[in-house]
């Protein structure tokens, strides 16, 4: 199906269960992104980005008041403490995933602290946890997306066992901190704002899915899988692809123990998403870079297995991403980056 038939769908399908004025916005959203994509920061992308999450966020406190009101009877107390499992996740396997994801699930193992790490599959998911059978039922059917089912995987699991998860596209270079297993949740906090899909979501600065922690039972996340549920169980269009991260928002901002449970957290990974927008610029690698990523920080950066990153500039040299890829297979630089 074309992007415009897609969109067509989409505009027909979100006047019918939502508004023909959310549609309308949604669609103009579509455009920009297509208009400005190699350009961040757009007002206008910030204006309708504005707009789109006001009606997200009214439709969302109205439709889930009743979890709502539930929650903010809970104390962040209730809240055990954190298994030290790390949790992955590729439907497909991991011997079946793109050079990208092998690499990052490689580096995730390597700085584990010897934490037991946990790759998700389909053949390994029903152990874990037994998601209703209408949610299966809609995946299997193409209602429910793999993004959004592995949404659902990951605050259901999180809700129930408690430790980290880290999305398959995430590069990890440092030992994962202590810190992250002891707070009752945790998710990469104060990013800095310079990066290309800082306007694709609202407090995309405060908040990212591809690596969240809780411990069992968190407030937080017993509230997000219970909405999250909730919704595909009576809903059968995704009002948006970040619905996980809009329902977040309302937890820590309408649920005391889910705001108290998200200000413990403190600012983290400040530079996660820079790493992946200068692998798809080709930048080429110099040592000062190397300092850069070692020195900072930041333990964990997102990358993407849809875009492409060029391995060697026009003359032959090693860009960012060459490098590390050639120290994975080559072990041609040093080992203090990466491995």
Known sequence: MSTLSKLIHRFIRHTRVFSIRYALIEVLVVLDRIRWKNIPYAKMSHFLLNQKSKFILCWCRQYFSEEIAKYQNYSAERATNSTQKIWVCWLQGISNAPEVVRLCTKSITKHSNQREVILLDWSNI???????????????????SAQQFTDILRVNILEKYGGLWVDATVLVTKE????????????????????????????????????????????????????????????????????????????????????????????????????????????????????????????????????????????????????????????????????
């Open 176 to 339: 994962i901190p202590e810190t992250v297993f002891k707070l009752p949740v945790f998710n990469v906090k104060g990013i800095n704002p310079n990066f290309k899909h800082a306007y694709a979501v609202i407090d995309s600065t405060q908040y990212q899915s591809y690596l969240i922690a809780s411990c069992p039972h968190s407030v937080t996340y017993s509230f997000l899988n219970e909405c999250i549920l909730k919704y595909w169980k009576e809903h059968d269009t995704l009002v948006d692809y970040f619905l996980l991260f809009y329902i977040a928002k309302i937890a820590r901002e309408e649920i005391p123990g889910a705001m108290s449970e998200f200000n413990k957290v403190p600012n983290n990974n400040e530079l996660c998403e820079i790493l992946g927008d200068v692998c798809a610029k080709g930048i080429p690698f110099r040592r000062t870079a190397l300092d850069f990523f070692a020195k900072n920080s930041t333990w964990a950066y997102k990358l993407s297995w849809k875009d492409q990153y060029p391995v060697r500039t026009r003359d032959g040299s090693p860009t960012v991403w060459g490098y590390i890829i050639d120290q994975d297979y080559n072990r041609k630089y040093e080992e203090n980056f990466v491995y």
């Open 126 to 144: 029903p152990q874990y946890c037994a998601l209703p059978k209408y949610i299966l039922d809609k995946y299997k059917n193409g209602i429910i």
